[in-house]
């Protein structure tokens, strides 16, 4: 897992995740930067690599590192792809 250059990310930034052909899933901040964020970063990695999104987390802000432990497992079943 890694956190991605925050909301504003540059096209040299896009090209470095390409690396990762076996795919990888976004998991974004429950505002409206982690849409904006989420939404760049699809439209333009799914033309390299296969694009999972994580469900976002309940919770104005949230993300998944406010889950409990408990809970990540099954939130992670919600995974799918595309928007």
């Known amino acids: 897992a890694i956190a991605t250059f925050g909301s504003q990310v540059t096209q040299q930034q896009l090209k ?17 930067a982690g849409t904006n964020w989420r939404t760049t970063l699809s439209e333009y990695l799914t033309r390299y690599i296969p694009v999972l ?18 809970e990540l497992p099954v939130h992670l079943r919600g995974v799918h792809r595309g928007i």
């Open 53 to 70: 999104h994580v469900p976002v987390v309940p919770g104005g802000g949230n993300d998944l590192g406010d889950l409990h432990p408990d």
């Open 16 to 32: 470095l995740l390409r690396v990762f052909q076996n795919g990888v899933m976004l998991a974004p901040d429950n505002d409206i």
